[in-house]
């Protein structure tokens, strides 16, 4: 009787209310936007400032709030898992929401968090730091952005519109095939990871081209700042990984749509070929997100320990080998596949390879804080909160690596600490890091550090009070991705305090936001009037913050590694501001865009509903939108003296 | 030759050396678009590599369905090669006409290279429609699946190129030859020649092959 009453309660009440309730907060959240846009008439600033911007810094910031927002939204998902394991039996989620929400946990934090706080990152800083106006193709890096939005706003609506993906974030085939989702969940994932996939791909060609053609005048490869050396080899990963991807969902979506076999069991097809060109892909990957957080961490370590950076060469060296040997690695995933003792030998080495460079770097980092004048501050915690956190994964990683030893550890609770050790110790800190540290060139105005130590302190801790359990609780033998276990296999005290550790993490991002809202608040107190607040070492910190709109008025000549620093100690020529000023040639703003991304929404969502009319209507209108690219010739204009003048001297630079 | 801005980052700006620049090459946006082109061909090329290796594993699970040996028309083929081969001869000649400030001469040669192209596609296309009347849809083998997946991606990136050309056609007519039209001749001419190039491997590895094993 009570259990039958449970059960109507679970099913319908705690569902329904759950499902209501996100569908309420996401229609309440976009009439509030839509009101305070008219009630402020601020239609017209955000379609003239952002929506048609090809600024790599207003690009930059959109991307970091969308990631930021995604955090959010992937953050609520943990939560809400944590609560379901907090203790034996729960009944906080059904199977099936659970099933649905670890995918888009991992689905958004992978793709639609840790990827576009990455490129919003790449967008803000490399520019600035190889002297550039722009990056090489700014209209594609316009195209790149909404590609991404467009496709985070596809999978996000699947939550609330025909459901969720749910054969977990690595989408596995044949679960996730026609027979076995059915439905358009799966549909949803495979359009939305295409449609910012091929945003990807062109950020990478983009940015390939622009540290390769656009750096300043002296600037050789071997004087680039270490940021930018990880970025340019991050686009190179991304233009070999990427399409990789982008065939591999299509193919499963040719099986689920067009009864193709690719991955079915039946008819031929092989289901194992999906999880090999995913993790062909996916390993990849994983240095895609974590190489610019290397990268992050070069920069702020130095920059606070007023030091150069120790081991230039080196670092680059491990840069490349850890890109090169990325791609030899894929196996590693699935030891437990059985291609026999010679093949996962091979993947067995070349992953513990990698931990050599990775080893190089993190002995660098702590020769550059050796014997320096260290510095704390938010962004400095962050940078030193990701050394030992990092290391961590590291060590556990070699420890997976081992292939018979991974036969026990495979799809346990110890993996998923792990690559949580690396994504969150290594990426998510990065990123904060870096956001931190370059939030003033974005912005104008310095973070509050109170509020930042807080924020930092609450998510560290929460961090590893809730993840280290989930090493040991692996390795007692609880799998990942159950939605409960039962009592009496000593799991529960651990998950509990895991739980605890998730929502001190949750408190951290909270105080994150607070400390982002009460800057904006007081943001004249934290005004950062020279540009140069943290004694920076590169030229992003050269240029007044935040950065006009054609970043330099006069190109600098560089003449050495950490080029501003040199300047800054009268090693070599500063900018000469007595040279005239030129017209600065700049491109046009353009709203097609924003519209390419809604034609690929449209498209994408026809797809989804396997509503070809509406699919092939998208298709044709990218086509046509290209095409009017095509044809357009007056893509550009100069800005004046007159006006280069007036917003360096409103910079105090004349 | 130098890529990089002067001290102003002026574009357009970088003085032609003794040894003449070709056209294209000739502006900043010109040499960046180009660069950015062959990167682009880099990713294109990774993506052709996995249809090739997806093929390649799935060439003999045939599920009891019709072989590449039933299926595959050595004179279909042979002619299909022969029109793209050619079609890739006649790319290069509108380049060469470009570079010599042919408008007409570019055009001519671009239009017959649209009219291989669309032998070459019809081609395929009746191929493709002939395999299904017998049966043999992409549904039927994992063979099937692989085979349609990676010639069709090779024949739409065709038909696209086609649609490109044409759009370049009308702006070497409204707009002569100058700095952008001679960049977008140039970047078609890379595009087709690639195409080329990842049908060679088609026909080798697909058809020939097919006949044999």
């Known amino acids: ?15 329904n209310y759950m499902e209501y309730g996100a569908d309420a907060s996401i229609v309440m959240a976009s009439l509030g936007i839509v009101f305070v846009l008219t009630y402020f008439k601020k239609w017209k600033w955000l379609w003239k400032e952002w929506l048609t911007t090809v600024d790599h810094k207003k690009i930059g910031i959109m991307y970091i709030l969308a990631a930021i927002a995604m955090l959010f939204r992937g953050g609520v998902d943990a939560m809400m898992m944590r609560t379901q394991l907090a203790a034996p039996n729960m009944h906080f989620l059904s199977a099936e929401h659970y099933d649905q929400i670890f995918t888009t946990h991992g689905t958004l934090m992978i793709l639609f968090m840790a990827m576009p706080f990455v490129v919003g990152l790449m967008n803000i800083v ?4 190889i002297g550039a106006r722009d990056v090489a193709f700014p209209y594609l890096n316009a195209m790149s952005f909404w590609l991404f939005f467009f496709a985070a706003l596809l999978f996000n609506i699947s939550f609330v519109w025909g459901g969720s993906p749910d054969a977990g974030w690595s989408s596995y085939a044949p679960l996730a095939g026609a027979h076995y989702s059915v439905g358009p969940g799966e549909n949803y994932y495979l359009l939305a990871l295409t449609i910012t996939g091929i945003g990807t791909i062109a950020t990478g060609i983009n940015f390939l081209v622009t540290i390769l053609r656009l750096r300043a005048p002296g600037m050789t490869l071997l004087r680039m700042p270490m940021f930018t050396w990880s970025v340019l080899v991050t686009t190179v990963l991304i233009i070999f990984a990427f399409p990789v991807l982008a065939v591999a969902l299509i193919m499963l979506l040719m099986d689920r749509l067009f009864a193709a076999h690719f991955f079915t069991v039946s008819a031929g097809g ?5 999880t090999n060109l995913f993790w062909f892909w996916g390993h990849p990957e994983v240095y895609i997100v974590i190489l610019p957080a290397f990268g992050v961490m070069s920069e702020v370590v130095s920059t606070f320990s007023h030091k150069r950076l120790f081991g230039y060469n080196a670092m680059v060296v491990s840069l490349v080998s850890i890109a090169f040997v990325s791609f030899l690695t894929w196996v590693h995933h699935f030891f437990t596949m059985g291609a026999g003792a010679a093949v996962n030998s091979f993947f067995s080495l070349s992953t513990m390879l990698i931990a050599v460079p990775t080893g190089v770097k ?7 804080l050796y014997r320096g004048k260290i510095e704390i501050n938010t962004a400095m915690l962050w940078a030193l909160a990701f050394i030992p956190t990092f290391t961590i994964a590291g060590v556990t990683g070699v420890m997976l690596a081992a292939a018979p030893a991974d036969y026990q ?8 600490s792990h690559f949580h050790y690396a994504l969150i110790g290594g990426v998510v800190f990065g990123c904060l890091a870096g956001l931190y540290y370059w939030w003033p060139k974005m912005f104008g105005f310095t973070l509050n550090e109170r509020w930042g130590k807080r924020a930092f302190w609450w998510f560290f801790i929460g961090f590893h009070v809730c993840f280290f359990p989930m090493y040991i609780v692996g390795l007692m033998g609880m799998p990942r991705r159950i939605y409960t276990y039962p009592a009496g296999l000593g799991w529960g005290p651990l998950n509990l305090i895991e739980t605890i550790g998730a929502y001190a993490m949750g408190v951290g991002f909270i105080l994150m936001v607070v400390d982002i809202a009460l800057s904006t608040l007081h943001r004249e107190q934290l005004k950062d009037v020279t540009g140069d607040p943290w004694d920076g070492r590169s030229l992003e910190w050269s240029v007044p913050s935040p950065a006009p709109e054609y970043n330099f008025a006069r190109i600098p000549v560089v003449e050495g590694r950490d080029a501003f620093w040199m300047m800054k100690k009268g090693q070599t020529q500063r900018v000469d501001q007595s040279e005239t000023l030129r017209p600065i040639h700049m491109p046009n703003n353009s709203g097609r865009p924003f519209l390419i991304g809604v034609a690929f929404f449209v498209a994408g969502y026809g797809f989804v509903f396997e509503q070809y009319i509406l699919a092939i209507i998208g298709l044709l209108a990218i086509l046509f939108m290209l095409a009017q690219r095509s044809f357009e010739y007056n893509t550009d204009h100069f800005i004046g003296v007159d006006e280069i003048r007036h917003t360096e001297a409103t910079a105090g630079r004349l | 030759m130098s890529m990089s801005l002067d001290v102003h980052g002026l574009p357009q700006s970088r003085v032609s050396n003794t040894v003449e620049t070709p056209l294209e090459f000739s502006t900043e946006e010109g040499s960046l678009k180009i660069f950015g082109f062959w990167a682009f061909l880099a990713q294109d090329m990774i993506l052709f590599a ?3 290796a997806t093929y390649l594993i799935l060439h003999n699970h045939t599920a009891g369905g019709p072989t590449s040996k039933d299926l595959f028309d050595v004179k279909g083929f042979v002619i299909e090669t022969v029109l793209l081969l050619t079609s890739s001869f006649t790319c290069g000649l509108a380049t060469f006409e470009m570079r010599k400030g042919n408008v007409k001469g570019t055009i001519g040669w671009l239009m017959v290279t649209v009219l291989l192209g ?7 296309v009746s191929e493709f429609i002939h395999n299904v009347s017998i049966g043999a849809t992409i549904s039927r083998s994992a063979f099937l699946t692989g085979f349609y997946t990676l010639v069709g991606t090779h024949g739409s990136h065709v038909s696209l190129g086609i649609l490109w050309m044409i759009l370049i056609m009308i702006q070497l007519w409204r707009r002569g030859i100058n700095a952008v039209t001679a960049r977008k001749v140039f970047i078609i001419g890379l595009y087709w020649h690639f195409l080329d190039v990842v049908w060679v491997f088609i026909f080798t590895a697909v058809y020939l092959t097919g006949r044999v094993l």
């Open chain 2, 50 to 52: 996995t249809l090739f």
């Open chain 1, 1 to 15: 009787m009570f259990e039958a009453l449970f059960q109507y309660v679970n099913h319908n009440l705690i569902k």
């Open chain 2, 118 to 124: 669309m032998g070459f596609v019809g081609m395929e």
């Open chain 1, 362 to 368: 993190v002995f660098n980092w702590l020769f550059t």
């Open chain 1, 409 to 416: 550890y495979h799809g346990s609770a110890f993996l998923v």
């Open chain 1, 126 to 129: 490399v520019p600035l730091q």
């Open chain 1, 270 to 274: 092989l289901p194992m070929m999906w």
